[in-house]
């Protein structure tokens, strides 16, 4: 089992912050948008008594309510079709755990977001890169890189859009080619839309708004990121696959039900205003203008656009990521300040690639994200081992 | 992925309570005390502005907060031997995923929970099960038993203390025996211990209790039962062996965090006054009572007196009890009731085991069990498959 790249630098962090140093975290997706108030609240005024199990496939009343949600960005589903889960976390493992077999093996375009990989060890099954490249930006790898890979043991391919680490939005034309491909092949398609509402370039094409696959699609959904309250961990998974559904309930049967308290969080972020997303959108969409120009004005930095989430990658001019985050921490600061970065080597699932690589989270105020970067360019200008 | 015992006969129950029939639920272990109001307030009265992910192994103040909980039921450990999980589900599953690779084998005595079942499929493990007896009230069966079953790939024993389903409190002399099994073959002993302060004949010995195993020794726990808060899906794995924290610290970082609002309760919790689990207590052991004393007046039905937990097994005068709770809910009503059981055939790992026996929830208040009981009692005197 490895250990999360995000987390992994944290005891040095902890140890940074002891000494008295400003850490900016640029390293993990806990965003710093206020969590809705009237999200808040609903939890806050509930009046129950007991603090229930729930329905496992939780409350129906909420399942009913993602239906109205569901409609309103292009997807119809019913709520026999939505199974709430704790955390995209647990609708990422019951895919793993309901669709394939200890063995089994499921593709997945790198660098990827690592958990994936942490949930592939604890079902027993592999995962089989396939490799995208930051040269054009991280844009889905051409079919042919899928078909070299697909065996007999392949039984799914996931894809994270708009993508987490690389903040890649997928285009329909994309879409449709995964559509073919898992046609072809007979496999399923596991779409983790956890940042669907964070697209800044073009629309997003959702897994479940492709035809004629209703079999094969699964959705892999939480309000962690929509609603800035990822410590609910509620999730979803959203399947139109009776069958499938069928089997992922006698997992989620197995660990009873989902958090009660955080269901009603998320039942009422659906009737938040329409425009909430919108302040939100520009919002993240000012800090990634910034951020992006401001890698880019570095020398020998480079960082393509990212279409979505809040993430991007960049490649750095440094021997090896993860020496240099660690050294951000350990032996670096200016004015009192370090960044705190995630390695994008823990992304990647082919060994050595991504060693020039971060990851950057933009869930920072504009301010703080200027200071950060002033940070970073005085610390790439301070290492010591640099590659140009 | 067995379908749990628990819930399968849902669909039962929910077509019955359509026709109008209201139904006793036994069949589950949802308590229906009131969850402490202070501990419900907890949560209302929070007042952070964005639900954030907390650390992986659970809010540190709620950790240090527990190493008092644990002292005051004679267990020593530091808040580094602690993981917060989400509901003691994840603390089993965590276990299971560290301590054993696929294939290998776990020892439980049967009848045990259900769900251990689905969580060894999911790890891709074999549960071995050493059958105890409604004879002798379902003590540990006699070591020899459990040492038939070792094996090369047996690497840990559950208990469940008290037991669910049965009731069943290990004595002190068998938790040393199972000391001395567990040193003698290099085994874990998980203990799943939810149910610790429900104990009604004798005193309870947790597997932390024990000394000179610190390496082998697992507590699973949970908030669920304690303060009847089942829906926060709240537990703890607790362990004093550093290494195997260290391995389950990684799965419980692919998860990110455990949910924020019910740490939150659980945190209030541990401030409840010293009488609660007094209250508590009587209540469970006045429906113990009334309960047992009810099913053995019946024709025909043997109830061991359970020493703690409230669950009790009860061996019933009929063919097949999962075809008796499914007619029960089917063609069954007395006065417009009937009575929701769970048959205790799913909690046997050894099939053919346990089918003329029930497992009953005393999750009802003291009238409500008088009626289920009369319900039950009428049953069995209509139902066309009595075996006396």
Sequence with gaps: MPASPIRKLVPYAEAAKKRGT????????????????????????????????????????????????????????????????????????????????????????????????GFAVAAGINVVPVTSSIENGFALPPIADFEAKIGPKTKAIIICNPNNPTGYLYSKEEMEQLKALILKYDLYLFSDEAYREFCYEGKHTSALHLTGVDNHVVIMDTISKRYSACGGRIGAF?????????????????????????????EAAID???????????????????????????????????????????????DDADTFCQWLLESFSDNGSTVMLAPASGFYGTPGLGKQEVRIAYVLNLNDINSSMDCLEKALKAYPNKTN
Tied chains: 1, 2.
């Design 272 to 318: 938040l205003p329409a425009d909430y997303f919108d302040i939100a959108k520009a919002e993240y969409k000012a800090r990634r203008d910034l951020l992006v120009k401001r890698l880019n004005a570095m020398d020998g930095v480079f960082c393509p656009n990212p279409g979505g989430a809040f993430y991007a990658i960049a490649k750095l001019p440094i």
């Design 22 to 117: 400003k850490v900016y975290h640029l390293n993990i997706g806990q965003p710093d948008i206020e969590t809705p108030k009237m999200v808040l609240d609903a939890v806050r005024n509930s009046n129950f008594k007991v603090l229930e199990y729930s329905h496992s496939a939780g409350n129906e009343s909420y399942r009913k309510k993602l239906v109205q949600y569901y409609a309103s960005v292009g997807i119809d589903v019913n709520s026999d079709q939505i199974i709430i889960t704790t955390g995209g976390s647990e609708a990422i493992q019951f895919g793993f755990l309901a669709c394939l077999d200890a063995g089994d093996e499921v593709i997945i375009p790198e660098p990827f977001y690592a958990n994936y990989n």
């Design 238 to 266: 959203v399947c139109k696959n009776a069958a499938l559904i069928g089997s992922v309930m006698k997992f989620a049967q197995a660990r009873l039900s989902p958090p009660s308290f955080a269901q009603i969080a998320g």
